[in-house]
């Protein structure tokens, strides 16, 4: 089993920056992508980005340029920098993971492709 465990999320205002904590453990492999989806109130969960295993990395548009994705595979945690937060960017956002196929593959930014999933972090981003 896989447990994947988020912190960092809070409250900020438009403009400021937050970092995102996913800490994975309960699996002796090391070889999981870890992506980030974020779910606002009323809308579909959608994906944000992705760290695959050769720590390349893929963002949707929306996040480009704001959020960066890091790794520290000494502490199994994954990182999200998100900066210059926006009130699009409000909502639940969950660590996912997934035994990646080969090494480097990026896997499309939809919840169809990871198998486990975080609790989720709350992330308010006030005008």
């Known amino acids: 089993q896989v447990y994947l465990s988020e912190s960092g999320g809070g409250s900020v205002q438009a403009g400021g920056s937050l970092r995102l904590s996913c800490v994975r453990s309960?699996?002796?492999?090391?070889?999981?992508?870890i992506g980030w989806f974020r779910q606002a109130a009323g809308k579909e969960r959608e994906g944000v980005a992705v760290i695959a295993t050769d720590d390349t990395t893929k963002y949707a548009d929306s996040v480009k340029g704001r959020f960066t994705l890091s790794r520290d595979n000494a502490k199994n945690t994954v990182y999200l920098q998100m900066n210059n937060l926006n009130p699009n960017d409000t909502g639940v956002y969950y660590c996912a993971a997934n035994r990646s196929p080969q090494d480097g593959y990026r896997p499309p930014l939809k919840s169809d492709y990871f198998g486990y999933w975080g609790q989720g972090t709350q992330v308010t981003v006030s005008s």
């Open positions: 309960g699996s002796r492999h090391t070889n999981f992508y």
